[in-house]
């Protein structure tokens, strides 16, 4: 199939470039920086010689949007906004005007949408949206507003001949350099991957391989559309998805972290506490429903799989304590 992904430079986009290439797929990634031959230019807001790629496209899934990794000043806020908004309007715009529109349009959103909580799992049915919690900080709120925003331009765009998803993602634990699974590893390998604030919260993540396997379920599948969460079927709490990464990564003890030193980690990193302290309880109803199987449901195993493959590639030690080998070669010092 020709598939288009707009957006498909970041982490998210790595996974789904290695998954499907592999499997046989010819890709097309719109950046605003080509670096590769199946790149083509775009600037993410307005229709230009980019729109040709779409036209006879199979499938466009647009991964388009500013990093939520950063401080969530007015300013940021704003370019998450945007760059969501704008990507997804002019996407909508290019497959009205195709002779031959694609059949899907695969969109991503986030499992943030859904409502910071301890006590229930939220499922595409029954989850309860979030930005009314009484219990955290009001600028969360913003967070619900960004990703409600993103799925109402999908709504709204008018693509009668196109099949439209919400990928409602929890976070992809991939190999990659610089995405989550990579930055929690030093973390663990430092001795820091310690429960943060008490830990109670829960995580919701998603292996990269059934990440992959899910897009392409959503693709075969032709009577599926709306918002799908894309999140293994079995979160935890924050301090249990540290300990088993310790575990993985050879039994490493982790210093906790309250509250406001995570404030200070998040000010230092340039980086939000929101990603440390909401508590996403997520999901996959849809998919389950469906009859999709995970090759990695627990974390356990996903977490066991993954630090082998990053150790193999980048010869890191799975050692017992993280003496200065370790060190050197997590900071390059």
Same mark, same amino acid.
């Given at each position: 199939?020709? !598939?288009?992904?707009?957006?498909?430079?970041?982490?998210?986009?790595?996974?789904?470039?290695? #998954?499907?290439?592999?499997?046989?797929?010819?890709?097309?990634?719109?950046?605003?920086?080509?670096?590769?031959?199946?790149?083509?230019?775009?600037? $993410?807001?307005?229709?230009?010689?980019?729109?040709?790629?779409?036209?006879?496209?199979?499938?466009? !899934?647009?991964?388009?949007?500013?990093?939520?990794?950063?401080?969530?000043?007015?300013?940021?806020?704003?370019?998450?906004?945007?760059?969501?908004?704008?990507?997804?309007?002019?996407?909508?715009?290019?497959?009205?005007?195709?002779?031959?529109?694609?059949?899907?349009?695969?969109?991503?959103?986030?499992?943030?949408?859904?409502?910071?909580?301890?006590?229930?799992?939220?499922?595409?049915?029954? #989850?309860?949206?979030?930005? &009314?919690?009484?219990?955290?900080?009001?600028?969360?709120?913003?967070?619900? =507003? !960004?990703?409600?925003?993103?799925?109402?331009?999908?709504?709204?765009?008018?693509?009668?001949?196109?099949?439209?998803?919400?990928?409602?993602?929890?976070?992809?634990?991939?190999?990659?350099?610089?995405?989550?699974?990579?930055?929690?590893?030093?973390?663990?390998?430092? &001795?820091?991957?310690?429960?943060?604030?008490?830990?109670?919260?829960?995580?919701?993540?998603?292996?990269?391989?059934?990440?992959?396997?899910?897009?392409?379920?959503?693709?075969?599948?032709?009577?599926?559309? &709306?918002?799908?969460?894309?999140?293994?079927?079995?979160?935890?709490?924050?301090? =249990?998805?540290?300990?088993?990464?310790?575990?993985?990564? &050879?039994?490493?003890? #982790? !210093?906790?972290?309250?509250?406001?030193?995570?404030?200070?980690?998040?000010?230092?990193?340039?980086?939000?506490?929101?990603?440390?302290?909401?508590?996403?309880?997520?999901?996959? $109803?849809?998919?389950?429903?469906?009859?999709?199987?995970?090759?990695?449901?627990?974390?356990?195993?996903?977490?066991?799989?993954?630090?082998?493959?990053?150790?193999? =590639?980048?010869?890191?030690?799975?050692?017992?304590?993280?003496?200065?080998?370790?060190?050197?070669?997590?900071?390059?010092?």
């Amino acid at each position: 199939m020709k !598939i288009v992904i707009p957006g498909g430079t970041g982490s998210v986009g790595a996974v789904l470039e290695r #998954g499907l290439l592999a499997a046989g797929h010819r890709l097309i990634v719109l950046t605003r920086t080509p670096s590769r031959p199946h790149h083509v230019h775009w600037d $993410g807001r307005t229709l230009g010689p980019w729109v040709e790629a779409v036209d006879g496209a199979d499938v466009v !899934i647009n991964l388009a949007g500013r990093s939520v990794s950063c401080r969530y000043t007015r300013e940021n806020l704003a370019a998450m906004m945007d760059s969501r908004v704008d990507s997804t309007r002019v996407v909508g715009e290019a497959i009205a005007a195709a002779d031959r529109p694609p059949a899907v349009w695969l969109q991503m959103s986030t499992a943030t949408i859904y409502a910071h909580t301890f006590d229930r799992a939220n499922d595409e049915a029954t #989850g309860v949206i979030g930005g &009314g919690e009484p219990e955290v900080p009001a600028y969360w709120a913003k967070s619900i =507003d !960004i990703a409600r925003a993103w799925e109402r331009a999908l709504d709204e765009a008018d693509t009668p001949h196109t099949r439209k998803v919400a990928l409602r993602s929890a976070m992809v634990m991939s190999t990659d350099r610089g995405a989550v699974f990579d930055m929690l590893s030093r973390m663990t390998l430092l &001795g820091l991957g310690g429960a943060v604030a008490g830990g109670r919260q829960f995580v919701s993540w998603i292996h990269e391989a059934d990440f992959t396997r899910a897009v392409e379920f959503l693709i075969d599948r032709d009577d599926l559309a &709306g918002p799908v969460n894309l999140a293994a079927p079995h979160p935890l709490r924050q301090k =249990d998805l540290m300990r088993a990464l310790r575990r993985a990564w &050879g039994g490493h003890f #982790g !210093i906790p972290a309250t509250k406001w030193m995570a404030e200070i980690g998040a000010f230092a990193l340039r980086s939000d506490t929101e990603l440390l302290l909401k508590s996403r309880r997520v999901i996959p $109803g849809r998919l389950e429903d469906d009859g999709f199987e995970f090759s990695y449901p627990a974390w356990e195993a996903a977490a066991d799989d993954l630090a082998r493959r990053t150790a193999a =590639d980048r010869k890191w030690p799975l050692m017992r304590r993280p003496g200065l080998k370790a060190v050197r070669a997590l900071t390059g010092s």
